[in-house]
Each structure stands twice: as structure tokens, then as C-alpha cells.
């Protein structure tokens, strides 16, 4: 049993906090945001070239961890800074599907995606899927040994900053099968391929993404034919515990900014901190952000096990980090008052990505039922794995 | 014991929502009922709407041009108001500065500032809280020096609700610095046009610029605006705090909420059968509902004990908590339903461009940002601790 950081993941950890505390500014965000841009690409280079994005793949895949405990670390600062720049759309989902499908026939693609220089996109959900991984109605139609994409697909993250995107399409089964579905390596400059960027309430970026009759070689297909749902699945488990790590980062912050406020506040000539009104409800959330943090542990530690395990771990942690997730929020707006709700401060906008995480990968009535599924008569949520 | 309504009462419902249903144009309906951010002058043509049939003063005497509503006609129209999707009515002059002048006003007063209240002439906000004075409003600072026939004003304050349309604000101000906190206070009357003021917006967590800060730089008010007796300005304020809070549950907008969000889980498939037929979120569904159904009876049972003549005093407190936090839920609850198409921001939409792609139903855009922007009801008004503390002290004796 060790619950420490190695060597190398407090080095990870110190430079990438030091970093974004002299380059990552509340202001600066709020700067690129309201100049329309969806990111600072420079920021985003200056972060690949610090090995950012190669902290999230093994070894063998190019990069240098790729661990839970790696994607924890990274993520967990990226989470206190508040980072917008899409390293996880286009490293951990996207990169992190390629990586697992096909990593040796497009080893450069990959690389140039852990440099930072090319953006890649997972084009997945779909208007109707909500949460559900196997909802693919987008139709992969063989003819002359090619393939046609028909359909459309919407919440793709940094889909309109993309060069790559990553497509699911059918080939066989209904709607809801998990059998038959594909993906395309498309590039976003095909004839076919329309794509409408729109900023989300959290300050991140997606895009809605239609393909009409979008035609590519049976070369850009990846992995086996009809067989992506598996690594579709595997690549939501490790981004989820990337997006659970992030909020980590961002309730860590949110209770600190709380903390500080009621220190500083003085109404009744005293400072607000002192009422135990307040302190007792801060206390309960301090609490639960200790069993946040354990949450994310166990997902970390279990990103390796068997399916039904790992899947147990995703559903329990992402449930649990979105019922703290909004509770943080609440609460450090409600403790702060009005100037808890202002753009101009930064809480509101942790607030805003703590809430909004719960929307993305499934909310916490989606993974109940799925934990519910998963965890009956399994006996595997008390064992331990290697965390890594 | 008798829930029912009285024929007179019934019939005075049906009056209503013909009212509204001739009246209220379909395009305003759609906006307040997706959710979307409504003009100066949607808001202002609603306003004109019920004063033409002489119901936008629904408290004052009818000498004033009121209706003379009773508590239990009040609580209809609110509900028959959001069924409607009607835009909500902006209550600064009419219902917290009007009833302030009635009680402690001059006769001049009220024959000077409420005419132009029902006929649109005069929008007023209010000028309450400053930077350091919310929960603890008493310590405010904004300075009112008597010149002569004038006050010189300085300060400032903020969370100004729709600031930005008003041309008249109700301030208390400081005019003496010597006094215990609540003693030197007065409620003074400004024209927001008066050479020195000057108004902020604040940008808040939905996106939308709904309060502002107000400034106030050597502005010369006539001494003839200060309402009642300088330095007696704590109690009127009191007294319009307490006005505040008696339609602060909220059980219309919580009924109204409550049909959108049952309409859109009846619509929305999630894991393959509709999201109220998913028992996690239809048991969130009932648990709220039971309690809307609990708050109305409590709503309605302080209506008519204020009916009978009892002054509102700790049940508009309990109203204010139970009421935020039954229309809290109901929008975290719209939230949730919607799911991931609550993820896009979409302010063109929202403020109403008819062109604008909601991206997803039409229901999705504002849910989130709803969301966001309810969490000022547990905070304004006297935030929800202060209000636990008034019942721990009135009601409980503690």
C-alpha cells in the first residue's frame, strides 16, 4: 500500500504547477475567450513541448507514462489552473484511441499529435446518443472498396480546431449495437465533412460535425471492422479519469478561493470565517473533497484491470465527482454571495466547469445505472490494483 | 379547514388566463418559456399591457390606479402569470418603492412618483448594497451631505438588479456618520440622470449582464426626495424588505418550472426510454414535486393569515429559503435533463435572434445558464443564512 507520488510524478507535478502559475493567468483566460479565440495555441505548444501531452501515453506508445497515476497528476493541475487547450479531446480521447487501435500504421500521426502539432478530434456522440457509448447511427457504407460516411455528430471537443478527426460510423447492427461499429481516420478538410465550432458554458469548445457523403480508403479505417466499441469504451475510462482528476484540480481551488474569501470578508465587524455556519459547511465539504480525491485513487488504480472492474471504477468515480462536483460549486458561490457569480472572478468559473463536467461522459444518473449493472453480484469494488 | 377556492376566486382565475391568452403575443411566450433574455421593451410592453387594464398596480388603492388585489388574488395572477409564460412583472416601483410611499411617503410624493411608475415613464432600481454592506446591510456607506435645499451624494452600490434601464433609483444612504449603524440611514430618491452617476455593468455567471454597479460622484439630490425623516431610513427599509419577501417563494415560477421539466423528460430518451420513465430521475422528479406540493399550502396558508390582517414577519423568511431552494432544484433537475446539449453557450440564441441554431431542442441553451443564474436567489434578498438567522432569533427564540 502507497499512496505517495514517485520521483518522477512530484517532478511532473512541481514543473507543470510552476509552469502554469507564471503562464496561466484567470485574466489571460478570460482574454483569449473574449477575443473569440477557443485556446491559446501558443500556450498549447509551450505545454507539448514541456511533455505535457506525452505524460499521457506509455512508453511504447511515444510518449514517457500514460499511467492512471500519471493522467491523475497531469490532469489534477491542469484542474487548478483551469485549463482550456484541448489535451484532453485530442491527446487522452482522441490520441489515446489511435494509440490503442493502430499505434505502428500511424506512428506519425501520433507523434505529431503528442508534439503538440496536430489536433486531433473524437467525432463520436451523436444528437440522439446522449450518454450511451454504443448509440452510433452515423452509417460507414462500403462500395468500390471504399468507404461513404453519412450522419451527424455533435459535443466533439475541439472539433472546429481539429486537422483529425476520428469518426464512428456503422457498418452493421441497430442503432444501440455495440457490434458493428467503426472508425475513420477523416481528415477535416474533406469534401463532405461540415463542421460549426460553439464555445460551452465552461469556457471549453466543441463542434457539431455533419458528414454527407464523405468518402475514404479502407486505409483510414482503424482496428478491426465492426470492433471499435471496446477501445471506444477503454479510451472513455481513461479520459473520464482524466476529467475526474480535473475536477479534483478545480474543487481544490474553488475551496481555497472559499477559504480565503471567508478570511478576508468582514460583515458584523468580524471576518465571515468566523460564523460556525460557515465553518461547518465548509468543513462537510472539505470531507467530501477528500472522498473526490479517493475516488479518482481508485479509478487510477483500476484503469488496467478486467472490464467489469474498470467500468465498475469509471461509473462509481464519475458518479461521486459529480454529486461533490456540485456541491463545491454551490456552496463556494452561495459562501462567497454575489461576487462568487461574477465573470470577472474566478470561482465562477471553476463553478462553471465543476457543474458542466457532470454533463460530459455520462452525468451521475447515467453511471448509478451503469454502476448498479456493472457492480451486480461482482465482488471487485474492494479489491486493489497496482495504481502505477 | 377548507383547500378549496371560492367561486368568486375561480372566477376571477378564468378571468385571468383569458386575459392572457388574448393579450400575451406568442413570441414573448416562447421567449420566457425557453428561457430566453427579454428586452427593455418586452418588458416594458408587458408592463403597459396590464396597466391599460388597469391590474399592473395589483396592491394599490384603486385611488392610486391599483387593483386592490387581496394576498389570494396576488398569488393567482402570479400563477396564472407563469402558466402563461408570461415575463415576470420588475416589482422596483411598484411593488417595493410604492408601498414604501404609501406608508411613509408625502401625498406630493405619491402624486410625483407613482403616476409615472404605471405608465412606464419611470423605471426605478434599487440602491441598497455596496461592496461592503450585503448580508450586513446597516454598515452601508454611500455618504448623503446636506448642501441647502440639496443632499451632495457619494458612493457606491452594487448588484443593482437591471440598472441599465433605470432611470430612477431608491438609495439608502448615510447622513449621519455618527449615529449607531442603523440610525443614521435615509432613503433618498435619485434621477439617475443627475450629472455624477454613473453605471457598471457586472458580467455574471450566465453571461448576462443583469446587475450593475452604481456610482455616485458629488451628485446633488433635491432635498424634497428624501422620503419620511432623515436618519429614520432602517426602518423603511425594513418595512419594503419585508414587502420583498412575500412573493419571494416563488411557487408560480416553481409550477412553471416544474411542467418544463416533466415535458422535457417525457421527450428526452436516455438509455433508451424516456428520462421520466428512468427511476432515479423520476424519483428526483416526485421527491420535488411533493414538496412544491407541501410549499404551496404553506405559501398559501401565510397569504391568508396576512389576509386577515397579520403582518408578514419570520413565515416570509421561511418562504424566501424553502421557496429559493425548491426553484434551485427545479433548475438543476432542467439542467440534468437536458444533458450534454446543456453543454453549448449560445448567447445569440438566447437573446432571442431569430436565426439563431439552438444546436439541440430548444429547450437546451438556456438550461444551463438558468441553472447558473438561479443561484442569485439564495443569495439576494437577504441571503438565506441571514434569513436562518432571523428564524433562529424570531421564531425560536434562540
Keep these: 500500500m502507497d499512496f505517495e507520488l514517485n520521483e518522477d510524478q512530484v517532478m511532473l507535478r512541481d514543473m507543470l504547477r510552476r509552469f502554469l502559475n507564471d503562464r496561466y493567468s484567470h485574466e489571460a483566460r478570460r482574454t483569449v475567450l473574449a477575443s473569440g479565440q477557443s485556446y491559446d495555441t501558443g500556450l498549447f505548444s509551450d505545454l507539448a513541448e514541456l511533455g505535457i501531452l506525452g505524460a499521457v501515453f506509455a512508453p511504447e506508445q511515444g510518449g514517457y507514462g500514460g499511467t492512471g497515476t500519471d493522467m491523475m497528476v497531469v490532469f489534477q493541475e491542469l484542474g487548478r489552473a483551469g485549463v482550456i487547450e484541448p489535451v484532453l479531446g485530442s491527446a487522452v480521447l482522441a490520441g489515446g484511441l489511435l494509440a490503442a487501435l493502430d499505434a505502428d500504421g500511424h506512428s506519425a500521426l501520433l507523434q505529431q499529435t503528442i508534439a503538440g502539432e496536430t489536433i486531433l478530434a473524437l467525432a463520436h456522440s451523436e444528437p440522439q446518443s446522449r450518454y450511451d457509448l454504443g448509440h452510433v447511427t452515423t452509417r460507414a457504407s462500403a462500395a468500390n472498396g471504399q468507404f461513404v460516411l453519412n450522419g451527424a455528430k455533435v459535443h466533439v471537443l475541439n472539433g472546429a480546431q481539429a486537422d483529425m478527426l476520428l469518426v464512428s460510423a456503422r457498418e452493421e447492427g441497430g442503432p444501440t449495437d455495440e457490434h458493428g461499429i467503426s472508425l475513420f481516420l477523416v481528415p477535416s478538410t474533406t469534401a463532405g465533412v461540415s463542421c460549426t465550432g460553439h464555445l460551452n458554458v465552461d469556457g471549453t469548445s466543441s463542434a457539431r460535425i455533419t458528414l454527407d457523403a464523405v468518402t475514404v480508403d479502407q486505409s483510414q479505417r482503424l482496428g478491426q471492422p465492426g470492433q471499435a466499441h471496446a477501445a471506444l469504451e477503454a479510451a472513455h475510462a481513461r479520459a473520464t479519469l482524466a476529467l475526474c482528476a480535473e475536477a479534483l484540480g478545480a474543487m481544490e481551488v474553488a475551496k481555497a478561493l472559499t477559504v480565503a474569501y471567508l478570511q478576508e470578508r468582514k460583515q458584523f465587524g468580524v471576518p465571515i470565517g468566523s460564523f460556525q455556519a460557515l465553518q461547518h459547511r465548509l468543513a462537510g465539504m472539505l470531507i467530501e473533497i477528500e472522498q473526490a480525491r479517493s475516488a479518482v485513487i481508485n479509478l487510477a488504480g483500476h484503469l488496467e484491470a478486467d472490464r467489469l472492474t474498470r467500468e465498475c471504477h469509471v461509473s462509481a468515480t464519475k458518479n461521486l465527482i459529480g454529486r461533490v462536483g456540485a456541491l463545491v460549486a454551490e456552496e463556494c458561490i452561495q459562501m462567497h454571495g454575489g461576487i462568487g457569480m461574477t465573470d470577472e472572478y474566478a470561482l465562477s468559473h471553476y463553478a462553471r466547469r465543476l457543474v458542466m463536467i457532470d454533463h460530459i461522459f455520462g452525468d451521475v444518473d447515467h453511471h448509478l445505472d451503469r454502476f448498479i449493472a456493472f457492480s451486480g453480484g461482482s465482488e471487485t469494488t474492494g479489491e486493489n490494483a497496482n495504481a502505477g | ?398
Design chain 2, 1 to 398: 379547514m377548507d383547500l378549496s377556492y371560492t367561486p368568486e376566486q375561480d372566477a376571477f382565475r378564468a378571468e385571468l388566463r383569458g386575459f392572457l391568452a388574448e393579450n400575451l403575443s406568442e413570441r414573448v411566450r416562447e421567449k420566457v418559456r425557453l428561457g430566453k433574455r427579454l428586452t427593455k421593451v418586452e418588458m416594458q410592453d408587458w408592463h403597459a399591457m396590464l396597466n391599460a387594464r388597469g391590474w399592473l398596480a395589483m396592491s394599490w388603492p384603486r385611488q392610486y390606479g391599483g387593483a386592490e388585489w387581496d394576498a389570494v388574488q396576488r398569488q393567482i395572477f402570479e400563477e396564472e402569470a407563469c402558466r402563461a409564460h408570461a415575463p415576470r412583472i420588475v416589482p422596483f416601483g411598484l411593488k417595493m418603492l410604492a408601498p414604501v410611499l404609501f406608508k411613509f411617503g408625502t401625498e406630493e410624493q405619491r402624486q410625483r412618483f407613482l403616476p409615472p411608475i404605471l405608465s412606464g415613464e419611470h423605471w426605478w432600481c434599487q440602491g441598497y448594497s455596496e461592496p461592503g454592506a450585503g448580508s450586513d446591510l446597516a454598515s452601508l456607506r454611500t455618504r448623503a451631505v446636506r448642501e441647502g435645499d440639496h443632499y451632495v451624494v457619494n458612493g457606491q452600490k452594487t448588484w443593482t438588479t437591471l440598472g441599465q434601464y433605470a432611470n430612477w433609483i431608491f438609495c439608502l444612504v448615510r447622513t449621519d456618520p455618527d449615529a449607531k449603524k442603523q440610525e443614521g440611514i435615509s432613503f433618498l430618491l435619485i434621477d439617475m440622470n443627475t450629472p455624477g452617476v454613473t453605471v457598471r455593468p457586472i458580467v455574471l455567471i450566465d453571461g448576462e449582464a443583469e446587475v450593475n454597479e452604481v456610482f455616485f460622484d458629488n451628485v446633488r439630490v433635491p432635498a424634497e426626495n428624501l422620503v419620511g425623516e432623515e436618519n429614520k431610513g432602517w426602518t423603511y427599509a425594513k418595512y419594503l424588505l419585508t414587502h420583498e419577501r412575500t412573493n419571494i417563494a416563488g411557487v408560480g415560477f416553481s409550477d412553471a418550472a416544474l411542467v418544463t421539466l416533466k415535458q422535457v423528460a417525457a421527450q428526452t430518451m436516455a438509455g433508451g426510454r424516456p428520462l421520466d420513465q428512468n427511476p432515479h430521475f423520476a424519483a428526483r422528479m416526485a421527491q420535488v414535486e411533493i414538496d412544491l406540493m407541501a410549499m404551496r399550502t404553506t405559501n398559501l396558508r401565510m397569504i391568508s393569515a396576512a389576509a386577515k390582517g397579520q403582518a408578514p414577519g419570520v413565515e416570509s423568511s421561511m418562504l424566501k429559503v424553502k421557496g429559493t431552494l425548491l426553484r434551485q432544484e427545479l433548475s438543476a433537475l432542467l439542467r440534468r435533463a437536458v444533458g450534454p446539449d446543456a453543454m453549448p453557450y449560445l448567447p445569440d440564441f438566447l437573446d432571442g435572434g431569430d436565426n439563431a441554431d439552438p444546436l439541440g431542442p430548444d429547450h437546451a441553451p438556456a438550461a444551463a445558464p438558468g441553472y447558473f443564474n438561479m443561484r442569485k436567489l439564495s443569495i439576494f434578498g437577504g441571503s438565506n443564512e441571514v434569513q436562518r438567522t432571523i428564524i433562529a432569533k424570531s421564531a425560536l427564540g434562540l
